[in-house]
C-alpha cells in the first residue's frame, strides 16, 4: 500500500471537521477500499466496515458535536490504517497512539446529561455508584489505555534497537520487551484486569462502538500480537492463558447483563480474548476469527443502535425486523454458519464451541428474544450489509459439532446473580487502584511541588547567605577600620603615660657598666 | 672605585664655593649639583642602582625648615656624602676620616635652632660620637679580633644600639626637631655603611643580643613615651636592632634596613618641625612599619624571609613581635603630629611610596647585592 494513501483519512477528517459532515469519510473509505482490494484482508476488512459505518453514521449521528465526532472518527480511522498498513515501529506507535486519543475523544462525543451517554443502572453497590458518564468513561478509557501505549514504547524501542525499525524482521524479543507488547496488547484489547474500560467506553455513539469493537482500537491487541508471533512465540502460554480467562469472563458476565451495548461490549471482550489466546500461537486463525467477529460485531452494534437511536435511550425496549436478521445472520456467523465464520471455526480447537454457546446464550437472550417494533430504516439495512459480509469467502466447510452452539439455548434466560450482574465487582477494584493511582499521582504532584518550592527557596537561600556575609563583612571591616585602630590608639595612649623610662636608663647603665666592666677585664 | 685625587679637587672646588655661598637657593643649587656629581660618580664607578644610596642624602638638602643652621643641611648633607664614599676607600685612614665626616657633618645640624636645649643635644651628640669615631679608629689601628669588635662596638654607639642606648633619646629628647632631621637618618646610614664597609667580624650570638635587647627596649621605651621626639629616639634604637639583628646574616641588610628608615625618619622630623599634610606623615610612619608597597616594606620582608632560613622560627616570630608593636606608637605618632601646609614632608612621603612602588625595577639589584 502507498505509504501517501494514509494522509488520505487525515485529510478528510479536516474537511469533515469543517464541513460537519461524513461526505469525506465515507469518500475516502470507499477510495482506499477500490484502492487497496483484498490484498490485505484486515485493511480490507476496517476499509469496508468504515465505509459501512461511515455511511450508517450519516443518518445516525444527531449529536451537537458532529465536526467532531466526523474528525476524530476519520482520524480514528487513518490511526488503524497507519497501525496495520505499515512495519516501521515508529508508524505502528503512531497508529497506535493515535487510536487512543480518537477514542477518548469520541467517548466525549456526548455531552454529559445525555441518557444515550451513560453506562450502568446508577444503582449503589459495593461502595461505588454504578453509574459513567462520558467523561467518567473517556478517563477510564485513557488512563487505562496509556498504561498499555507506554509499555509498547518501551517494548518496540528495545525490539527495534536489537532487529531494526521493520517489525515484520523481528527476531524473538528479550523478555522484558516481549512483557511490555503484550502488556500493550491486553490493555488494548481489553483483557483481563483490564476489562472495564472498554464496558464504560458505550458512552460513545454506536457507531463509534461499532468500529472500536470490530476493526480498530480493541482488534488492535490481537493484530499486534499475532503481527509480532515469530517475535513473541516462545511466550504464548501467557497470551493463551490471559486470552482464555478473559473470553471465559466476557461470555459468562455478558450473559448478566442488562444493556445491550454492554452485552456487545462484553461478548467483544470475549471474542478479543480468543484471539488473543491464538494470536501468537495460530495467527492465522486469530486473523480469521478478528475478520468474523469484526464484520457480527459492527453488524450487531448497528442494528442494537438502529433500536438506540430511535427510542432514544441506551436500553431500547426492541429492535425492528431488519435489525433482527441482521442479529440473526451475525449470529449465525459467529457459530461457522457463514462462510467467513466457517472459515475461522474450521481454524478453531473444539473447545471453542464453549464460546459459540455463551454466544448463542446471550444474543438470542439479550437481543433476538426482545420485543419486534418499529419500522426498519437504511441504518438496519446497513446492519444487514455488514452482517452479510461474511459471505465473502467463496468455499464453505461445515462441520455438523458446530451445532453443539445450541446447547447455548439453556443460557438464555439465566436466573439473576448479583455478582456476574455486577461483571464480577470489577469495576470496584478499578475504582480501588484508579483512586490508589490518584492518590499517588497526587503525592507524587506534592512530592515534586515541595522539591520545586525548595529550588525555588534556594536563591532566596543564597540571598541570605550573600546578606550574612555582607553583614559580617561589614563587622570585619568595621573593626579593622574604626575598632581595632582606635583601640590601638587607645591602648598606645595609655602605654604611653606608664613611667618606665627611668628603668630603661637604669638597665642601659647597668648594661652598660657590665660591658666596661667585662672589657676591662 | 672613584680615583680619589679627583675627589678631592671636585670636594675642595665645592668647598670654596660653599664657602662664598650666603643665600639659601644658591647654597641649595651648589649643594646638589654636587650631590649630583656625586651620584654620576658613584653610577659610574659601581652602578646604576648604587647612586639611588645617595636618596637620603638628597632628601637632606631639603627636609630642614627652618633654623638659622638651615643653610648649612645641604653642605652637611654633601660631607656626609663624601664621608660616605671615603668609607669605601680601601685605606684604613680613608675609612676612618670618611666615617668621621659622616657622622659629625649631620650632627652638627643639631643646634640648627641655636637654641639652648640643641646646644646642648649637639654637645651630648660629640661627645658620644667622638667616642665611636674613636673605637673605630683604634680598631681599625688594632686591628685582629679586639679591633674587630672595637669597631663593632664604635658603629652599635653611634647607632644607638643596647646598651649604649641612653644617649638617643636624650639627644633627641632635649633638641628642636629641625636639628634631628639629620642626625636621625645620615648618621644612622653612615653607621649602618660602616657596617658594610668597614670589616668586623664580631661573635654571631652578640649581635643577634644586642639586636633583639635592642628592639625590645627600643619598643618599651617608644610605646611609654608621650613626647614624639622620644618615640622617634626609641624607633631609631628599635632600628638600630634590626641593623644589629640582620648583621651576621650580611652587613648589606643592614645598610638596606637603615637606608628605608632614614627616609621615614627624616620626613617625621620634618614634619615635626613644620607639619605637612596628614597623609605625608601617615605614609612616612607607615614606611617605617614596614608596609607594602611603601620603600620600608622591601628590606623587612628580606629581613623576615632570610632571618626565619638563618635564625628559625622562634626568632621569626619575635621579629614579627617586635615589627607589630611598632604599629601603636606610630599610628600614635601619625594621627595626633598635627598636620599643616609644610612642603617638605610630602617629598620624603613621594619619595618613599615612589622608590617602595618602583620596587620590582631595582629590587633585583639590592638582592645581588644581599
Same mark, same amino acid.
Given at each position: 500500500?502507498?505509504?501517501?494513501?494514509?494522509?488520505?483519512?487525515?485529510?478528510?477528517?479536516?474537511?469533515?471537521?469543517?464541513?460537519?459532515? !461524513?461526505?469525506?469519510?465515507? +469518500?475516502?473509505?470507499?477510495?482506499?477500499?477500490?484502492?487497496?482490494?483484498?490484498?490485505?484482508?484486515?485493511?480490507?476488512?476496517?476499509?469496508?466496515?468504515?465505509?459501512?459505518?461511515?455511511?450508517?453514521?450519516?443518518?445516525?449521528?444527531?449529536?451537537?458535536?458532529?465536526?467532531?465526532?466526523?474528525?476524530?472518527?476519520?482520524?480514528?480511522?487513518?490511526?488503524?490504517?497507519?497501525?496495520?498498513?505499515?512495519?516501521?515501529?515508529?508508524?505502528?506507535?503512531?497508529?497506535?497512539?493515535?487510536?487512543?486519543?480518537?477514542?477518548?475523544?469520541?467517548?466525549?462525543?456526548?455531552?454529559?446529561?445525555?441518557?444515550?451517554?451513560?453506562?450502568?443502572?446508577?444503582?449503589?453497590?459495593?461502595?461505588?455508584?454504578?453509574?459513567?458518564?462520558?467523561?467518567?468513561?473517556?478517563?477510564?478509557?485513557?488512563?487505562?489505555?496509556?498504561?498499555?501505549?507506554?509499555?509498547?514504547?518501551?517494548?518496540?524501542?528495545? !525490539?527495534?534497537?536489537?532487529?531494526?525499525?521493520?517489525?515484520?524482521?523481528?527476531?524473538?524479543?528479550?523478555?522484558?520487551?516481549?512483557?511490555?507488547?503484550?502488556?500493550?496488547? %491486553?490493555?488494548?484489547?481489553?483483557?483481563?484486569?483490564?476489562?472495564?474500560?472498554?464496558?464504560?467506553?458505550?458512552?460513545?455513539?454506536?457507531?463509534? /462502538?461499532?468500529?472500536?469493537?470490530?476493526?480498530?482500537?480493541?482488534?488492535?491487541?490481537?493484530?499486534?500480537?499475532?503481527?509480532?508471533?515469530? +517475535?513473541?512465540?516462545?511466550?504464548?502460554?501467557?497470551?493463551?492463558?490471559?486470552?482464555?480467562?478473559?473470553?471465559?469472563?466476557?461470555?459468562?458476565?455478558?450473559?448478566?447483563?442488562?444493556?445491550?451495548?454492554?452485552?456487545?461490549?462484553?461478548?467483544?471482550?470475549?471474542?478479543?480474548?480468543?484471539?488473543?489466546?491464538?494470536?501468537?500461537?495460530?495467527?492465522?486463525?486469530?486473523?480469521?476469527?478478528?475478520?468474523?467477529?469484526?464484520?457480527?460485531?459492527?453488524?450487531?452494534?448497528?442494528?442494537?443502535?438502529?433500536?438506540?437511536?430511535?427510542?432514544?435511550?441506551?436500553?431500547?425496549?426492541?429492535?425492528?425486523?431488519?435489525?433482527?436478521?441482521?442479529? +440473526?445472520?451475525?449470529?449465525?456467523?459467529?457459530?461457522?454458519?457463514?462462510?467467513?465464520?466457517?472459515?475461522?471455526?474450521?481454524?478453531?480447537?473444539?473447545?471453542?464451541?464453549?464460546?459459540?454457546?455463551?454466544?448463542?446464550?446471550?444474543?438470542?437472550?439479550?437481543?433476538?428474544?426482545?420485543?419486534?417494533?418499529?419500522?426498519?430504516?437504511?441504518?438496519?439495512?446497513?446492519?444487514?450489509?455488514?452482517?452479510?459480509?461474511?459471505?465473502?469467502?467463496?468455499?464453505?466447510? %461445515?462441520?455438523?459439532?458446530?451445532?453443539?452452539?445450541?446447547?447455548?439455548?439453556?443460557?438464555?434466560?439465566?436466573?439473576?446473580?448479583?455478582?456476574?450482574?455486577?461483571?464480577?465487582?470489577?469495576?470496584?477494584? %478499578?475504582?480501588?487502584?484508579?483512586?490508589?493511582?490518584?492518590?499517588?499521582?497526587?503525592?507524587?504532584?506534592?512530592?515534586?511541588?515541595?522539591?520545586?518550592?525548595?529550588?525555588?527557596?534556594?536563591?532566596?537561600?543564597?540571598?541570605?547567605?550573600?546578606?550574612?556575609?555582607?553583614?559580617?563583612?561589614?563587622?570585619?571591616?568595621?573593626?579593622?577600620?574604626?575598632?581595632?585602630?582606635? +583601640?590601638?590608639?587607645?591602648? /598606645?595612649?595609655?602605654?604611653?603615660?606608664?613611667?618606665?623610662?627611668?628603668?630603661?636608663?637604669?638597665?642601659?647603665?647597668?648594661?652598660?657598666?657590665?660591658?666596661?666592666?667585662?672589657?676591662?677585664? | 672605585?672613584?680615583?680619589?685625587?679627583?675627589?678631592?679637587?671636585?670636594?675642595?672646588?665645592?668647598?670654596?664655593?660653599?664657602?662664598?655661598?650666603?643665600?639659601?637657593?644658591?647654597?641649595? *643649587?651648589?649643594?646638589?649639583?654636587?650631590?649630583?656629581?656625586?651620584?654620576?660618580?658613584?653610577?659610574?664607578?659601581?652602578?646604576?642602582?648604587?647612586?639611588?644610596?645617595?636618596?637620603?642624602?638628597?632628601?637632606?638638602?631639603?627636609?630642614?625648615?627652618?633654623?638659622?643652621?638651615?643653610?648649612?643641611?645641604?653642605?652637611?648633607?654633601?660631607?656626609?656624602?663624601?664621608?660616605?664614599?671615603?668609607?669605601?676607600?680601601?685605606?684604613?685612614?680613608?675609612?676612618?676620616?670618611?666615617?668621621?665626616?659622616?657622622?659629625?657633618?649631620?650632627?652638627?645640624?643639631?643646634?640648627?635652632?641655636?637654641?639652648?636645649?640643641?646646644?646642648?643635644?649637639?654637645?651630648?651628640?660629640?661627645?658620644?660620637?667622638?667616642?665611636?669615631?674613636?673605637?673605630?679608629?683604634?680598631?681599625?689601628?688594632?686591628?685582629?679580633?679586639?679591633?674587630?669588635?672595637?669597631?663593632?662596638?664604635?658603629?652599635?654607639?653611634?647607632?644607638?644600639?643596647?646598651?649604649?642606648?641612653?644617649?638617643?633619646?636624650?639627644?633627641?629628647?632635649?633638641? *628642636?626637631?629641625?636639628?634631628?632631621?639629620?642626625?636621625?637618618?645620615?648618621?644612622?646610614?653612615?653607621?649602618?655603611?660602616?657596617?658594610?664597609?668597614?670589616?668586623?667580624?664580631?661573635?654571631?650570638?652578640?649581635?643577634?643580643?644586642?639586636?633583639?635587647?635592642?628592639?625590645?627596649?627600643?619598643?618599651?621605651?617608644?610605646?611609654?613615651?608621650?613626647?614624639?621626639?622620644?618615640?622617634?629616639?626609641?624607633?631609631?634604637?628599635?632600628?638600630?636592632?634590626?641593623?644589629?639583628?640582620?648583621?651576621?646574616?650580611?652587613?648589606?641588610?643592614? *645598610?638596606?634596613?637603615?637606608?628605608?628608615?632614614?627616609?621615614?625618619? *627624616?620626613?617625621?622630623?620634618?614634619?615635626?618641625?613644620?607639619?605637612?599634610?596628614?597623609?605625608?606623615?601617615?605614609?612616612?610612619?607607615?614606611?617605617?612599619?614596614?608596609?607594602?608597597?611603601?620603600?620600608?616594606?622591601?628590606?623587612?620582608?628580606?629581613?623576615?624571609?632570610?632571618?626565619?632560613?638563618?635564625?628559625?622560627?622562634?626568632?621569626?616570630?619575635?621579629?614579627?613581635?617586635?615589627?607589630?608593636?611598632?604599629?601603636?606608637?606610630?599610628?600614635?605618632?601619625?594621627?595626633?603630629?598635627?598636620?599643616?601646609?609644610?612642603?617638605?614632608?610630602?617629598?620624603?612621603?613621594?619619595?618613599?611610596?615612589?622608590?617602595?612602588?618602583?620596587?620590582?625595577?631595582?629590587?633585583?639589584?639590592?638582592?645581588?647585592?644581599?
Amino acid at each position: 500500500m502507498n505509504p501517501y494513501l494514509l494522509a488520505l483519512p487525515f485529510a478528510a477528517a479536516i474537511v469533515d471537521a469543517a464541513t460537519r459532515r !461524513g461526505y469525506a469519510a465515507v +469518500a475516502a473509505s470507499a477510495a482506499l477500499l477500490a484502492l487497496t482490494g483484498l490484498s490485505n484482508p484486515l485493511v480490507f476488512l476496517l476499509n469496508s466496515l468504515y465505509l459501512i459505518i461511515s455511511i450508517y453514521s450519516l443518518w445516525y449521528i444527531d449529536v451537537e458535536k458532529r465536526g467532531w465526532y466526523w474528525g476524530w472518527m476519520d482520524a480514528f480511522y487513518g490511526s488503524m490504517l497507519a497501525f496495520l498498513a505499515s512495519d516501521n515501529w515508529l508508524v505502528v506507535a503512531a497508529g497506535w497512539g493515535g487510536l487512543d486519543a480518537a477514542s477518548w475523544a469520541l467517548i466525549l462525543t456526548h455531552e454529559e446529561h445525555e441518557d444515550r451517554g451513560w453506562v450502568g443502572d446508577g444503582a449503589r453497590r459495593a461502595g461505588i455508584t454504578w453509574l459513567w458518564r462520558p467523561s467518567d468513561s473517556a478517563l477510564r478509557a485513557m488512563a487505562t489505555v496509556e498504561l498499555g501505549t507506554a509499555a509498547l514504547l518501551i517494548g518496540l524501542a528495545q !525490539g527495534a534497537s536489537l532487529y531494526g525499525p521493520n517489525i515484520g524482521e523481528w527476531g524473538v524479543l528479550p523478555p522484558l520487551a516481549a512483557a511490555a507488547v503484550m502488556l500493550a496488547a %491486553f490493555v488494548k484489547s481489553a483483557q483481563l484486569p483490564f476489562t472495564d474500560w472498554l464496558m464504560t467506553a458505550m458512552s460513545a455513539p454506536t457507531p463509534v /462502538s461499532a468500529l472500536l469493537h470490530s476493526a480498530t482500537m480493541v482488534a488492535a491487541g490481537p493484530i499486534l500480537l499475532l503481527r509480532l508471533s515469530p +517475535a513473541l512465540a516462545p511466550y504464548w502460554p501467557y497470551a493463551t492463558a490471559v486470552g482464555l480467562a478473559t473470553a471465559l469472563y466476557g461470555g459468562v458476565v455478558a450473559l448478566w447483563q442488562r444493556e445491550p451495548k454492554v452485552v456487545l461490549a462484553s461478548s467483544t471482550a470475549s471474542y478479543l480474548g480468543l484471539a488473543t489466546a491464538l494470536a501468537v500461537e495460530s495467527p492465522a486463525a486469530a486473523a480469521a476469527l478478528v475478520m468474523a467477529h469484526g464484520y457480527s460485531k459492527a453488524a450487531l452494534f448497528m442494528a442494537v443502535g438502529e433500536g438506540i437511536h430511535e427510542q432514544g435511550t441506551r436500553t431500547p425496549s426492541g429492535y425492528s425486523p431488519l435489525a433482527k436478521a441482521a442479529i +440473526a445472520v451475525a449470529l449465525a456467523n459467529l457459530l461457522g454458519f457463514m462462510p467467513l465464520g466457517g472459515l475461522a471455526k474450521s481454524q478453531m480447537p473444539l473447545w471453542a464451541e464453549v464460546f459459540s454457546a455463551l454466544t448463542f446464550g446471550y444474543v438470542v437472550g439479550k437481543l433476538l428474544l426482545a420485543k419486534t417494533e418499529g419500522r426498519p430504516s437504511p441504518l438496519s439495512a446497513l446492519a444487514l450489509v455488514a452482517s452479510l459480509m461474511s459471505l465473502y469467502p467463496l468455499s464453505y466447510r %461445515f462441520d455438523p459439532l458446530w451445532l453443539l452452539a445450541l446447547a447455548g439455548a439453556v443460557l438464555v434466560k439465566p436466573p439473576h446473580v448479583e455478582a456476574l450482574a455486577r461483571r464480577l465487582y470489577l469495576p470496584v477494584a %478499578f475504582a480501588e487502584v484508579g483512586s490508589a493511582a490518584a492518590s499517588a499521582f497526587r503525592s507524587f504532584g506534592l512530592g515534586d511541588s515541595a522539591v520545586d518550592s525548595a529550588l525555588w527557596s534556594i536563591p532566596r537561600g543564597f540571598l541570605a547567605a550573600a546578606r550574612a556575609v555582607a553583614r559580617a563583612d561589614f563587622a570585619v571591616d568595621s573593626a579593622f577600620h574604626s575598632s581595632v585602630p582606635s +583601640a590601638v590608639m587607645a591602648a /598606645s595612649k595609655r602605654i604611653s603615660s606608664i613611667a618606665v623610662e627611668t628603668y630603661l636608663y637604669a638597665v642601659g647603665a647597668a648594661a652598660l657598666a657590665v660591658v666596661v666592666a667585662l672589657f676591662l677585664l | 672605585m672613584i680615583e680619589p685625587a679627583f675627589v678631592e679637587y671636585v670636594a675642595s672646588a665645592y668647598l670654596v664655593a660653599r664657602a662664598f655661598t650666603r643665600k639659601y637657593d644658591w647654597a641649595v *643649587a651648589i649643594d646638589a649639583a654636587f650631590l649630583a656629581f656625586a651620584g654620576w660618580a658613584l653610577a659610574t664607578a659601581a652602578s646604576p642602582g648604587a647612586a639611588l644610596l645617595l636618596l637620603p642624602y638628597a632628601l637632606g638638602l631639603f627636609l630642614v625648615p627652618r633654623g638659622a643652621l638651615r643653610n648649612y643641611a645641604g653642605f652637611a648633607s654633601a660631607m656626609a656624602a663624601v664621608g660616605a664614599v671615603l668609607m669605601a676607600e680601601p685605606q684604613p685612614y680613608l675609612k676612618a676620616l670618611g666615617y668621621l665626616l659622616a657622622t659629625t657633618a649631620p650632627g652638627a645640624l643639631i643646634a640648627a635652632g641655636l637654641d639652648p636645649g640643641s646646644l646642648e643635644g649637639l654637645f651630648r651628640y660629640l661627645i658620644v660620637s667622638s667616642a665611636s669615631v674613636s673605637f673605630i679608629i683604634v680598631g681599625l689601628s688594632a686591628g685582629g679580633e679586639l679591633g674587630s669588635l672595637l669597631i663593632f662596638a664604635g658603629i652599635l654607639i653611634e647607632l644607638g644600639a643596647f646598651p649604649a642606648y641612653i644617649w638617643v633619646p636624650d639627644v633627641y629628647g632635649r633638641s *628642636a626637631p629641625e636639628g634631628l632631621v639629620l642626625v636621625s637618618s645620615l648618621t644612622k646610614l653612615a653607621s649602618a655603611l660602616a657596617l658594610l664597609l668597614i670589616p668586623a667580624s664580631p661573635p654571631y650570638w652578640a649581635a643577634l643580643a644586642v639586636g633583639a635587647a635592642s628592639m625590645l627596649i627600643g619598643n618599651l621605651g617608644a610605646l611609654t613615651s608621650a613626647d614624639f621626639r622620644r618615640i622617634l629616639a626609641y624607633a631609631a634604637v628599635v632600628q638600630a636592632g634590626f641593623a644589629a639583628f640582620a648583621y651576621p646574616i650580611t652587613p648589606a641588610l643592614s *645598610a638596606f634596613l637603615i637606608f628605608a628608615d632614614a627616609v621615614g625618619i *627624616a620626613g617625621l622630623f620634618s614634619h615635626l618641625s613644620s607639619p605637612g599634610p596628614k597623609w605625608s606623615a601617615w605614609a612616612l610612619a607607615l614606611n617605617n612599619v614596614g608596609a607594602p608597597p611603601l620603600l620600608g616594606f622591601w628590606p623587612k620582608l628580606v629581613l623576615l624571609v632570610e632571618a626565619s632560613k638563618a635564625y628559625g622560627p622562634a626568632w621569626t616570630i619575635y621579629l614579627l613581635a617586635m615589627i607589630a608593636a611598632m604599629i601603636p606608637y606610630y599610628a600614635r605618632l601619625a594621627s595626633s603630629a598635627g598636620s599643616g601646609g609644610g612642603a617638605r614632608p610630602p617629598i620624603a612621603a613621594v619619595a618613599a611610596v615612589v622608590v617602595g612602588a618602583l620596587a620590582p625595577l631595582w629590587f633585583i639589584n639590592v638582592l645581588s647585592l644581599l
